[in-house]
């Protein structure tokens, strides 16, 4: 079928990764999410997925609580080692944090190779955005994995030699979720919208999504959700705090967000089709071999990311606003 063949050729896509960082090679993983964002999450799953597959040496792994202080105490890192840097929707001037600990790396350790997995780009300020470019031209060793052409565009003028196009890393996930059952069907549609900094404005949509099934992420997480991440965020700050890395933050963390990724899930799994202005609910409706509508978020992030990759796949549709 189409849906297979194509969700197939997606995660083989990936295999561009694996010819900047050959399998095997020993990585050092930095900035993975250790938050309560799900679509951060199933990329986070898809990367360790991809390592897995490619028998990648993780050395290291650091949270967006500690990547910081691990690039600030860490005089030097062996030159055969690859640096990785977590990909999403973050590079830019949206999301401050996340760009200064990317422009940190390649200041700092420019004996060593250094990638950032599929990104999409996107900066409000043009001076930000060539005052970062600036930084990120002095590496030697640099490469930009990108979600869509415009990012690449971006990234090509203003960043890197080295970019490349990429579908996200959730999409390594294929034939590893459960695929939906028409047994699993308890519900008509599910509106997923996003409600932060990228919202979508949905006054020309012409249909008003049913409030008693319209979420976005931090309603399908539960408050033990939220009391397990503050928990793991105090772990943090006392592992910054104490030598050794005392807490096991990570073994911790990506044992609670599998049981977590399983119920969402589920959750998708029981509605007929998902209309959503989130990227990875869109993709992991694609994963579930679900169908569903796409609306593009705050900045072109969405429907980028569904012409580069996306419209083949049977039960999608992009929604014009």
């Known amino acids: ?28 993983y930095l900035d993975y999410p250790l938050h309560l964002n799900v679509g951060d999450l199933l990329i986070l799953k898809g990367a360790e997925q991809f390592f897995k597959e490619n028998n990648y040496d993780v050395l290291v792994r650091r949270s967006d609580q500690t990547s910081m202080q691990y690039v600030e105490k860490t005089r030097s890192i062996p030159q055969d080692v690859t640096i990785v840097l977590h990909g999403g929707g973050n590079f830019g001037d949206l999301y401050p944090a996340h760009q200064r600990l990317r422009e940190a790396v390649v200041t700092k350790f420019k004996n060593n190779r250094v990638i950032i997995l599929p990104q999409t780009v996107h900066f409000k300020e043009q001076a930000n955005l060539e005052a970062s470019g600036r930084i990120f031209k002095q590496h030697p060793n640099l490469t930009i994995f990108c979600r869509d052409t415009n990012s690449k565009q971006i990234l090509e003028t203003h960043f890197c030699d080295n970019v490349v196009l990429c579908p996200d890393m959730a999409q ?125 978020n705050s900045y072109g992030k969405n429907s980028g990311y569904y012409e580069s990759w996306t419209k083949p796949v049977p039960g999608c549709e992009l929604v014009k606003l």
């Open 1 to 28: 079928m189409l849906t297979m063949n194509h969700m197939q050729t997606l995660k083989n896509d990936l295999s561009v990764i694996e010819k900047v960082v050959p399998r095997g090679s020993k990585i050092i």
């Open 172 to 296: 390594s996930l294929w034939n590893v979720f459960p695929q939906q059952r028409k047994e699993n069907i308890k519900h008509d549609r599910m509106w997923m919208i996003r409600r932060d900094i990228e919202e979508t404005n949905l006054s020309s949509l012409g249909e008003t999504p049913d409030p008693a099934h319209c979420v976005d992420w931090h309603d399908i997480c539960t408050d033990r959700d939220r009391e397990f991440m503050v928990m793991m965020h105090r772990f943090e700050r006392l592992n910054r705090k104490i030598p050794g890395n005392l807490f096991p933050t990570t073994r911790m963390w990506y044992r609670y967000t599998d049981k977590l990724v399983a119920r969402v899930n589920e959750l998708f799994m029981s509605y007929q089709s998902v209309t959503t202005s989130r990227m990875h609910g869109h993709i992991l409706c694609c994963l579930l071999k679900m169908d569903t509508r796409l609306l593009d």
